[in-house]
């Protein structure tokens, strides 16, 4: 099995081949990313990486900073973005001041 070290989901399906995670600072409903809180992973081709990474630059993450000004940083909830092979999730996890997020891409085969 596939582990991402940060994220909402570290342990990844063995379908995935392609993976972002991170434990952001959530403060007033803004994403702050900590460069050295996330953590990728890619099992896939070059192309595959190519392709998650422009899933998720004009996707996944645009949908993650608007979604998260509805997250409350005591919540547990869990809100997730599935789009065929690729999805995103998020959530405080109650931690009262971070917001986990993992991106993932399963592979067409």
Not at 59 to 70: E, H, I, V
């Amino acid at each position: 099995m596939k582990q991402l070290e940060w994220g909402l989901d570290k342990e990844l399906d063995d379908d995935v081949v392609c993976a972002w995670g991170a434990r952001t600072i959530l403060v007033k409903g803004k994403v702050d990313v900590v460069p050295d809180r996330i953590d990728r992973i890619n099992t896939g081709s070059e192309a595959d990486m190519e392709e998650f990474i422009a899933w998720a630059s004009a996707t996944g993450f645009p949908w993650m900073l608007k979604t998260a000004s509805d997250v409350k940083s005591d919540s547990m909830k869990r809100h997730t973005l599935n789009e065929g092979k690729f999805s995103i999730s998020i959530s405080a996890n109650g931690s009262y001041g971070y917001l986990y997020a993992t991106a993932q891409m399963k592979g067409t085969s």
